[in-house]
């Protein structure tokens, strides 16, 4: 058995690793999200400037389409200016003709009929020849009016088609910025879908690993069946593999000298290992009850705990040539109690060694990683 507490579990780790790679998601998920509403707010933006651009451009046409009416109505209106001068002129020419041909019958026929019918159509021509100049000053201001509302027309289309630059120009701006917040917002997702399936391989082969563990602890157990549960247990919790072997089964009390059955427990475990010990961290565990040991090769429980953890690692490397890198030896002394209830029972249960059996995560990483 192994207590729960200060030591890294197999769960634990696996939390450890997928937080890791969550939190290393965390920076593409904020730069998508980012680049999201960049993109959003340019493509919103962006048809703001079509919509605007849109509406110039048909103000523009309604800009052209009343210059043209309103220059074909000057063009008439100059037109029929001439024709009243025209008209005019050729008035003015009659009254002429008819004045000098009214003074000469005056002074040849004196208050005659026909004098009298002349001056009569001389005050006609005269009234049509005012009819005609009130005519002409009226299109000439007409004329004016019309001049007038084509300049303001003209400025007006000029500083339409001025904006509608201006908006094309932003437009075009806007498009690149779209077009970038696009090409991040694309990078980012491209990111996330990465760590997505990196996590994912993560996890399937974290669990692959706890399979493989599950088996590994199948395999030691039916290879120490000849042993009991009085000698030692093997367990699978967090996606490690615990053998606990009690002291009677390795030690007599107070030495670290692994006794024959002891040794040939190691052996099987070894055997197993042997194999697999290239995939696997073996960290060896030495314990001790609360009770303070001294003797003259012994200084305290610390020492004996260390010793006969040592002990166990020569034996299993000896064994089966084991890999000095994979393995370990650490003593616990009598810090981390299976049992802490002051009793015989609780200290028989305290004297163990515990050999821990842990798949390497950093391999699992680094062929993630390698793909």
Known sequence: MCSNENRF??????????????????????????SQKTSDKWRTEAEECKVDCGLLKKKIKQYEGDIAKLQKEKNELEQDTTLQGMRIRTLMNQLAILENDLRMLAAKMGETPEYKALMQHLMQMQDQLINSEDKRIGSEKAIAEQKRLLDETSNALAESQEMLGAQEEQLRNKSAELENANSQLSAAQRDIENKARRLAELEAALAEKD?????????????????????????????KVYVSLEEQLL????????????????????????NQSSKLNIVIEGHTDNVPFHGQVIQDNWDLSVKRATSVLRILIASNNIPTDRIQASGRADTHPVDASNTSEA????????????????????SIDSK
């Open 9 to 34: 579990s197999m769960k634990r780790i696996t939390y450890i690793v997928l937080l890791i790679c969550i939190l290393a998601s965390c920076v593409p998920a904020k730069k998508f999200n980012d």
């Open 211 to 239: 399979n493989a563990m599950a088996e590994l602890r199948n395999t030691i157990a039916n290879a120490l069946v000849d042993f009991t549960s009085d000698d030692l247990t093997v367990t699978h919790k967090d996606g």
């Open 251 to 274: 030690f007599e009390s107070g030495k670290y000298d692994v006794n024959t059955k002891g040794q040939e427990a190691l052996r099987k475990i070894a055997g197993v290992l042997g």
């Open 347 to 366: 200290r028989k249960k305290n004297r163990r060694t515990e050999i821990i059996l842990t798949p390497d995560i950093e391999s699992i990483i680094k």
